[in-house]
């Protein structure tokens, strides 16, 4: 078992990373069983692009993140910049989105981000 590395589902401490991508852990075969529909979409993006342009971090400030485009079928890997927050207690690095709130044709659609209160599959309803 990987130290330091908790269940993607239930966040167990007790989790293997996955084989193939190296991103997900699970600690048990129900686990990884119940992920996999959505571990699916970008396993392969993972672990074909941790050889490419994904291997290195731009720079401190940057964190990989999954981005579902409007005007396309699949999600695809981004590396999204951000800004810390001066004014909060815990640091908070805001993520700087602008360019991808954008659909090409049209104006700027606008962010919307709201911190998601609970998981129903980790067993945390919404509060």
Partial sequence: ???????????????????????????????QQ????????LCAKFSEQAQGSFASRPSPTH??????????NRPSLVWVNTKKDKYEVKPYFHPVLDQLLHIPGNEYIGRGL??????????????
């Fill in 1 to 31: 078992m990987d130290i330091d590395v908790h269940c993607t589902i239930c966040g167990s401490s007790d989790a293997r990373r996955c084989a193939r991508c190296h991103s997900a852990a699970y600690c048990s075969l129900e686990c």
């Fill in 34 to 41: 119940t992920d996999w529909r959505t571990h699916r979409l």
């Fill in 63 to 72: 964190y990989l993140a999954i981005f579902f485009p409007m005007d396309k």
């Fill in 114 to 127: 709201r911190q998601v209160q609970g998981n129903l599959l980790r067993g945390r309803p919404s509060q």
